[in-house]
């Protein structure tokens, strides 16, 4: 798929001319037309890092000077669920790249359980695990190690906490903002969402 940012240079540089002359908040158009960069945020440890997401066609972007590009696409033509940022979690209509290269990437489902919203990648070997342990957050863990926490209500806007002492790569950093920006964080604990199932079968 083709990214209206092309690279990561001409990106960066319309970012930054975006934000010299920004539209006031709540009027996200710009010159990528529909789609509205929705950073850089400043992380810790990285510096800036841009997150691009465009829910219509499909696709996130991550960038920074200090991190490799990681993309997240949907396949044309799949079918969309409005509550999944990326639009799907079927891993067969998602692809996903770090640094240019394919990763392996399967989403769990998303059932009753916090568990069963975590969205697992790997990448030379390496195990990531982006998966919800609290009602707005989820936890990165590599190779069963916490890395950091995330939070991202699903609008692209995707906020990271570096746990201390972790030892944390510019690719880690590229694969867990990928994935907040894709398919949001944070969930509802089972016995919560079981309460709201059995609600909705009361009669009104």
């Given at each position: 798929?083709?990214?209206?940012?092309?690279?990561?240079?001409?990106?960066?540089?319309?970012?930054?001319?975006?934000?010299?002359?920004?539209?006031?908040?709540?009027?996200?158009?710009?010159?990528?037309?529909?789609?509205?960069?929705?950073?850089?945020?400043?992380?810790?440890?990285?510096?800036?890092?841009?997150?691009?997401?465009?829910?219509?066609?499909?696709?996130?972007?991550?960038?920074?000077?200090?991190?490799?590009?990681?993309?997240?696409?949907?396949?044309?033509?799949?079918?969309?669920?409005?509550?999944?940022?990326?639009?799907?979690?079927?891993?067969?209509?998602?692809?996903?790249?770090?640094?240019?290269?394919?990763?392996?990437?399967?989403?769990?489902?998303?059932?009753?359980?916090?568990?069963?919203?975590?969205?697992?990648?790997t990448r030379?070997?390496v195990v990531?695990?982006?998966?919800?342990?609290?009602?707005?957050?989820?936890?990165?863990?590599?190779?069963?190690?916490?890395?950091?926490?995330?939070?991202?209500?699903?609008?692209?806007?995707?906020?990271?906490?570096?746990?201390?002492?972790?030892?944390?790569?510019?690719?880690?950093?590229?694969?867990?903002?990928?994935?907040?920006?894709?398919?949001?964080?944070?969930?509802?604990?089972?016995?919560?969402?079981?309460?709201?199932?059995?609600?909705?079968?009361?009669?009104?």
């Amino acid at each position: 798929m083709t990214h209206v940012t092309g690279s990561r240079a001409v990106s960066l540089d319309k970012t930054a001319s975006l934000e010299e002359n920004a539209p006031p908040e709540g009027n996200a158009e710009d010159s990528f037309g529909e789609e509205a960069p929705t950073g850089p945020v400043q992380d810790d440890r990285f510096g800036d890092i841009t997150v691009l997401l465009n829910d219509e066609e499909g696709w996130v972007e991550v960038l920074g000077d200090a991190i490799p590009p990681a993309a997240v696409d949907r396949a044309p033509g799949a079918e969309t669920e409005n509550h999944v940022p990326i639009g799907t979690r079927n891993g067969d209509h998602l692809t996903m790249t770090v640094d240019g290269e394919p990763v392996a990437l399967v989403p769990a489902k998303g059932k009753l359980s916090r568990r069963s919203y975590a969205v697992d990648v790997t990448r030379e070997g390496v195990v990531y695990r982006l998966v919800p342990d609290s009602i707005a957050g989820s936890r990165l863990l590599k190779d069963g190690q916490h890395l950091g926490d995330f939070s991202s209500d699903g609008d692209g806007r995707v906020l990271a906490e570096w746990k201390e002492g972790a030892e944390v790569s510019p690719a880690d950093a590229s694969v867990g903002y990928a994935l907040a920006a894709a398919f949001g964080t944070g969930g509802q604990p089972m016995w919560m969402m079981a309460i709201e199932a059995a609600a909705e079968l009361l009669p009104g």
